[in-house]
């Protein structure tokens, strides 16, 4: 059984930075492919990022090309999602989640509980 922690989510101005921490446990983190999701109120839960067993490839959506960046530490077994330039448009819960790459929430078995970024001044 995969378990997931986000953390690092807040209050930020436009156009400032965070970094999301997804810490993991159960598993070998080295091994399982990971994405991130956000989800905003009244809206589908949406894609933002993932990437391939140890991070050889990454997907963005188009939402998140060059302004976030995911990475992974498998030696902290955490994953983490850099996000730069942030815009109001970017406030919603963000998840991570385990199991699979693909671009469709619905596919990941694992999920963590979220944590609420919102940009706004």
């Known amino acids: 059984q995969v378990r997931l922690v986000e953390s690092g989510g807040g209050l930020v101005q436009p156009g400032g930075s965070l970094r999301l921490s997804c810490a993991a446990s159960?598993?070998?983190?080295?091994?399982?492919?990971m994405g991130w999701f956000r989800q905003a109120p009244g809206k589908e839960r949406e894609f933002v990022a993932a990437?391939?067993?140890?991070?050889?490839?990454?997907y963005y959506s188009d939402s998140a090309k060059g302004r976030f960046t995911i990475s992974r530490d498998n030696a902290k077994n955490t994953a983490y999602l850099q996000m730069n330039s942030l815009k109001p448009e970017d406030t919603a819960v963000y998840y991570c989640?385990?199991?699979?790459?693909?671009?469709?929430?619905?596919?990941?078995?694992?999920w963590g509980q979220g944590t609420q970024v919102t940009v706004s001044s």
């Open positions: 990437f391939i067993r140890s991070g050889a490839m990454t």
């Open positions: 989640a385990a199991g699979d790459y693909r671009t469709n929430w619905r596919n990941y078995p694992y």
């Open positions: 159960g598993g070998t983190f080295s091994s399982y492919p």
